[in-house]
């Protein structure tokens, strides 16, 4: 086995971070070959699916993770399309979870990218939009940031691999470790499964098996149920927690709209989420890709904490790309309303959250240094 290139001229660092191929040689008494090889610092992820083309249904395939100085890892697995609007791209995202060879049963591994940790099943994110393949992962940072590691809807785990399928190169992809409702609501207390519900504003073209609730006023928009208690066993009773939340958004009269926005919310979360996606420009996480977690409250009404679900277009937009939700200060038509009343003295506990936020994960400072790692 031999070089062909001298790589002798070229830093470590920069064929890494680029890509260099290099050419070899492989050769006996009787035979030879030449190919190029590539030297990458990302753990490289396998998945062999015997020739079945992946959809969006469970398929059963083969696991291979392999990284520098590290045994390599093997498993089966399941794997299906993920994503909505992102289907439509020639490189696509996927949820892959590992199983048990003898039963098929979910089980947890050891993923090797760095800092990652232990999980069961992953999402493989393209960041098709985004050729630094930094923006989606610098945003689940910076919110893992605001958030106690046991504190429910909070941190995600992240890290890149090189995706392989089939032995064919598919780039570069970020593991993002998924949110599983029933583990979040845990977080808060076992009753919280008895009592709670959970649903996610979506664009209904793209909603597939789940049901909603159409949006009263805008056209291809919804709510996604993604959890309801046992005792929900109607589409009403279902959709019963939401019904709060929609209503308010139907309030005309200011002094009413004002006093149900502050007894239905957790202020403090709404304006952690809502500045969070305001100041990286993802208008598309209110009437898109946002769970709204509704916990019945102590004096019989409703409170709400927002999450993100996806953040895959962060830091991408331009004035004139996001249109209409530019006509509002705030993307987030109910704080904008909140914002414009003063409700409950709000545009005070904005402004000092604002000021704690650009000090800290929004300085130049904190994000310099997550753009020169992530590097």
């Known amino acids: 086995l031999v070089f062909v290139d001298d790589y002798s001229y070229d830093w470590c660092s920069d064929a890494v971070r680029e890509g260099y191929p290099y050419q070899m040689m492989a050769y006996t008494d009787s035979e030879f070959a030449y190919f190029d090889v590539v030297f990458t610092g990302l753990p490289q992820l396998c998945i062999d699916t015997r020739g079945q083309e992946i959809t969006q249904e469970d398929s059963a395939v083969y696991v291979t993770m392999a990284a520098y100085d590290q045994a390599p890892l093997f498993s089966t697995g399941r794997i299906h399309l993920r994503g909505a609007s992102t289907l439509l791209f020639e490189k696509r995202g996927y949820k892959l979870e590992f199983t048990r060879e003898k039963d098929g049963g979910s089980k947890k591994i050891e993923v090797l990218a760095p800092g990652f940790g232990a999980a069961n099943d992953l999402a493989l994110l393209p960041c098709w939009h985004d050729e630094t393949k930094m923006r989606d992962r610098l945003n689940w940072d910076m919110w893992a940031e605001l958030h106690a590691d046991d504190e429910p809807f909070g941190a995600r785990k992240t890290g890149y691999v090189e995706l392989f399928k089939d032995q064919e190169y598919f780039g570069v992809y970020l593991l993002v470790e ?198």
């Not at 589409?235 to 239905?264: G, H, I, N, S």
């Not at 909140?338 to 904005?350: K, T, V, Y």
């Open 178 to 375: 998924p949110v599983d409702i029933k583990e979040e609501l845990l977080l808060a207390g076992d009753d919280h499964l008895l009592t709670d519900s959970v649903y996610r504003t979506a664009a209904l073209n793209f909603s597939r098996d789940r049901e909603y609730y159409k949006h009263p006023h805008r056209g291809n928009a919804g709510y996604e149920l993604y959890y309801a208690p046992a005792g929900a066993d109607t589409p009403e009773k279902r959709f019963e927690e939401l019904m709060p939340y929609v209503e308010l958004t139907k309030t005309e009269d200011d002094e009413a709209f004002a006093a149900r926005a502050q007894a239905l919310f957790d202020v403090d979360n709404m304006l952690r989420y809502a500045l969070t996606m305001q100041g990286a420009a993802i208008a598309d996480n209110f009437f898109n890709n946002m769970y709204i977690w509704a916990q019945p409250a102590q004096d019989g009404g409703m409170e709400y904490r927002l999450a993100p679900w996806d953040l895959d277009i962060a830091w991408g937009f331009e004035a004139h790309e996001i249109g209409e939700q530019f006509e509002r200060w705030l993307f987030f038509p109910v704080l904008d309303r909140m914002l414009s009343l003063d409700a409950g003295g709000i545009r005070q506990r904005a402004y000092d959250m604002w000021q704690e936020l650009r000090a800290g994960i929004f300085s130049m400072e904190y994000l310099e240094e997550k753009i020169n790692a992530y590097t």
